[in-house]
C-alpha cells in the first residue's frame, strides 16, 4: 500500500497545473505567484516523491518475483516512468525555474511577454504529453493485461 499512498502524494497535484496555468494566462499579475506556487510543489512534492516510487517499485518487484519478461505491461510502465522523471527533472524544472524568474517582476522594467508566453508554452506541451503517459502508467498499473 505504500507504493500506493506515495504515488498519490506525488502525482496528484500534477492534474491541479493544467488549471493554475490556465489561471495564470488569465490573470497575468498573479502569473509569479501561480509559477511559485506550481515550481515549488514540483520541487518539493511531485519530483522527490515520485522518485521514491522507483526504490518501492524494485523493492516490490523482488519481493513478488515478477518476471519483467513475461509481464510486458510491468516494463512499459517503468519505461514510461523513467522517461516522465527525467522530462521532469531536465526539462520541466529548468524551465519553471525559467519562468518563476521571467514573471519575477524587476522595477522600471516590462515583463518579457513574448519570452513568458513560450516558455509557458513548452511547459504546458511537455506537462500535457506527460500527464498522458502517467495516465497510461496508472492504466497499466491497474490493468494488467497478460499479467503472469
Known sequence: WLIVFTAIIAFGPVFVFPITGVMAAAEPQNANVISRINHGISKKIVLPVGLTQLASGIGLILSSSIDLKQ???????????LLLMSAGIF???????RLVALTSPEA??????????????????????MTLGLVIVIVLMVWQPGRV
Request: glycine residues 12%.
Open 71 to 81: 509481464n510486458a505491461w510491468l516494463g512499459a510502465s517503468i519505461a514510461i516512468y
Open 91 to 97: 526539462h520541466q524544472l529548468p524551465q519553471g525555474a
Open 108 to 129: 522600471g522594467s516590462p515583463p518579457p511577454i513574448a519570452e513568458i508566453k513560450a516558455v509557458a508554452g513548452r511547459l504546458r506541451l511537455v506537462g500535457m504529453a
